[in-house]
């Protein structure tokens, strides 16, 4: 089966609700899919990658976009 490649977006959310959404996404997606998660709460780009990794998934980078945007790229291990 091919791996699935969805976007989460959580502009205007803020933490713990970053991650707890994160997490909830991850767990519908199969092993070896991709998240990419949108932020615009600075915290969450340190936080969201930091449990992500603690639950055993990999980052696979952290976009800078414009207007204080970033995009977090995990796949689901």
Known sequence: MAEESIELDLRGEICPFTFVKTKLQLEEL????RLTV???Y???VSNVPKSVKNEGHTILGIDKEENNI???H????
């Open 38 to 40: 949108i932020f615009d």
């Open 30 to 33: 199969e092993t070896g899919d």
């Open 42 to 44: 600075a915290p969450a």
């Open 74 to 77: 995990i796949k689901k291990v």
């Open 70 to 72: 970033w995009k977090v």
